[in-house]
């Protein structure tokens, strides 16, 4: 039970995003960017020490789950799924959010549907400090069927060139903190849907009642992705962050290797947190734990790296905000 045999191959996705930047070098143009192409965000300068920050993702195969449950009430949460992608990879240089845009591609105009999920990225917005300055929703019979849609969104930000964070100062011996996440956030589904829902896996309806959580398993995989940028810019204020990852498709140690100065690794202890019970589940249908690492985020959704000075402090004020934040490892 892998993720390959779901139908999505990680290392076909590092290796196309590897196409992509060697492609980009027969423009001179893309010079104009800073730091190039693969990170969580791309910097691009517009003078007086300022840099705009973007980025694009979407929420996945997880909209199936959502389509296949069709219950009024659970299409809002893929809103801030679509939201929380962006603005969550966003942040992570550094930036604070301006807008966002969504692209909405679907077979037929369903406006109720529609309705909960734009009210969904409106309310992800407004907590991300954020406006919704437009979009586009595309009809696109043939390609879609009546009762299918797509998403994905793009979000912009902005950051003084002396507060952008790189991961260039991160050092041996700095810690990672992990903040918590809402369960599976937006990655990992169609291993998800396989795992649990296939004639190969577990074959659980979603109606199935899951007594962990006391609802049915639709509504526990509908769980929106948890947003983080308020915590994040309250704590860019008060403390010395080194370098941030948002772990998505890749897991802990890919995303947090994205950052890492070239001869440093990260060491993380697994069993410094309890794992929600979805990954659990997810697991018991034949997953591997090797698997699993390396395509969910295992109960952690955000990791900020710091010094060892600076974690103690770091945590406590995340507690003030009523998170639950874990020392999960430290650079190597």
């Not at 995989?221 to 309250?234: G, H, M, N």
């Not at 070239?262 to 090797?290: N, Q, T």
């Not at 295992?298 to 934040?325: F, Q, R």
Request: proline share 3%; with cysteine.
């Amino acid at each position: 039970m892998s993720y390959e045999s779901a139908g999505v191959s990680i290392a076909a996705g590092d290796n196309w995003v590897e196409t992509i930047k060697e492609l980009s070098k027969k423009y001179s143009c893309q010079n104009r960017a800073n730091g190039g192409i693969g990170g969580f965000s791309g910097l691009y300068g517009i003078g007086g020490g300022q840099y705009l920050a973007a980025c694009s993702d979407g929420v996945g195969t997880k909209v199936e789950i959502a389509r296949e449950y069709a219950r009024p009430g659970f299409y809002r949460p893929l809103g801030q799924d679509l939201v929380a992608m962006n603005v969550n990879d966003l942040i992570t240089c550094g930036a604070k959010p301006l807008f966002f845009l969504d692209y909405i591609a679907c077979g037929k105009l369903n406006a109720p549907l529609l309705s909960e999920i734009m009210d969904g990225i409106l309310a992800a917005c407004a907590e991300s400090h954020a406006v919704l300055l437009g979009g586009e929703t595309a009809e696109m019979p043939g390609v879609y069927p009546e009762t299918g849609f797509d998403l994905a969104g793009f979000s912009v930000g902005i950051v003084n060139e002396g507060n952008i964070i790189n991961g260039s100062k991160i050092e041996k011996g700095n810690k990672l903190i992990g903040i918590p996440s809402s369960g599976l956030h937006s990655n990992g589904f169609s291993l998800v849907r396989k795992a649990l829902l296939s004639g190969g896996g577990l074959s659980l309806s979603l109606n199935s009642h899951i007594n962990e959580y006391n609802k049915p398993l639709a509504e526990v995989l509908l769980t929106p992705t948890k947003l983080y940028v308020r915590q994040i810019l309250s704590v860019l204020e008060k403390f010395e962050v080194r370098g941030m990852a948002h772990i998505t498709g890749g897991g802990l140690e890919a995303n947090c290797m994205r950052i890492m100065p070239e001869g440093l690794s990260v060491k993380i202890d697994y069993s410094s947190w309890e794992r929600e019970y979805v990954f659990d589940l997810v697991a018991s249908a034949g997953a591997s734990e090797d698997e699993m690492r390396k395509v969910f985020n295992l109960g952690m959704g955000y990791v900020i790296i710091t010094t060892d000075t600076e974690a103690a402090k770091m945590m406590k004020h995340l507690e003030s905000m009523g998170e639950y934040p874990k020392i999960i490892g430290e650079v190597i």
